[in-house]
């Protein structure tokens, strides 16, 4: 970068020019003035590159304010922000820069032992619907599938509201039906489908007793949806206390999802657009 050094009384006006001149929109992170150990002000210009063609335009700015710069020089600064104490301490010493110690939340690290417990338990929920699926997968299907690398991608996922530990619902994968068909995706389309429809399904008896024509004989549908288990079994979602009853929240928020292996680049922003809250997967 280049720099210069600046009378104090006119610094701030030098830096309005500045602004205007050659802003630092990608190096906002610098400071644009450092004070050097004899009280001489010291303000970065403009990036090197850039100097044969801003030059004249500084100079004149400074003229028109009878402000009496002193000689150009180079430094070097840090090209990028620093996102922890030690590149803090190593960089600053350069060029004086700004850093905000990123706010991460504390939570995890005060997990007790029954916390972490139940955590490890969701997530091996979530590894037994991989086995599941492929127990139920025709014996044809897995021997086809078997030779290729979609058995090593299945995948199971599952949601779980963490103000009661209550899994709200539960999805594995079903790619061999349609490609885009991942567990994640299964898991968003059931999580919306319960929330937009949260009357319970008809039952077999109630179906039979109406008038309406038998229905056609159809293959069995592959959602890879799974309905919740007897002592969860409720289509309702009165009891997500997380706050996702309102209409306005994303289908995800203040959730927790579980799954058998990492998303991949679809699913992880199928993730961050539904807002959930956790995401915890098995990294192997």
Known sequence: MVYTTVPPKDTSSFLKALSVIFPLNELAHLKRVRKTADGTLEVIVCE???????RAT???A??????ALGEFGLVDVSKYPAVNP?????????WPMTYHDPQVSREDAEMDEQRIAQMKANLRRAMQLVDDQKVRMPPLLSLYFSCSLYM???AGAVIVDPATDRVVCEAWDTREAHPLHHATMNLMDELARRLSDPAPAPTAASSSSQSSPPPTEEAPPVSGKRKDR??????ST???STGNTNSNAYICTGLDVYLSREPCVMCAMALVHSRARKVIYNPS
């Open 86 to 94: 030690a590149q803090f301490a190593a960089w600053n010493p350069l």
């Open 152 to 154: 090593q991608a299945l």
């Open 48 to 54: 090197k590159d850039d100097f044969a063609t801003v």
């Open 238 to 240: 009165d009891d997500i």
């Open 58 to 60: 500084i100079k004149k």
């Open 230 to 235: 007897e002592d969860e079994a409720s289509n």
């Open 62 to 67: 400074a003229e028109a304010q009878t402000i």
